[in-house]
């Protein structure tokens, strides 16, 4: 069974920067996709950005130019660089690996964006 681990979250301030991590418990190399969602309480849960096994990726419109996805494979880890945080990028961040085995999650990490 894949394991996914977010860390990285915190508190900081509007303006500030973030770098998440998704550690995997095995080579993400073996994912088409792996991508970030996040959530907050009484909303649903929504796509961020995602990068693809070829390194190609996609964002979601509000966060374009402000949140890059990049991978290490030699680190089994997929990261999501958050600059110019604002309080709407507040939420609980997860990520998400695909490939021929299923989909796999895991718990999310708490970004909290306040002044």
């Known amino acids: 069974q894949v394991q996914l681990v977010e860390s990285g979250g915190d508190l900081v301030q509007p303006g500030w920067s973030l770098r998440l991590s998704c550690l995997s418990s095995e080579s993400i190399v073996k994912f088409n996709t792996v991508a970030w969602y996040r959530q907050t309480p009484g909303k649903q849960r929504e796509w961020v950005a995602l990068i693809t096994r070829g390194g190609l990726t996609d964002y979601r419109d509000p966060v374009k130019g402000r949140f890059t996805i990049s991978r290490d494979d030699a680190k089994n880890t997929v990261y999501l660089q958050m600059n110019s945080l604002k309080p709407e990028d507040a939420a609980v961040y997860s990520c998400?690996?695909?490939?021929?085995?299923?989909?796999?999650w895991g718990q999310g990490t708490q970004v909290i964006v306040s002044s």
């Open positions: 998400t690996a695909t490939g021929p085995g299923g989909q796999y």
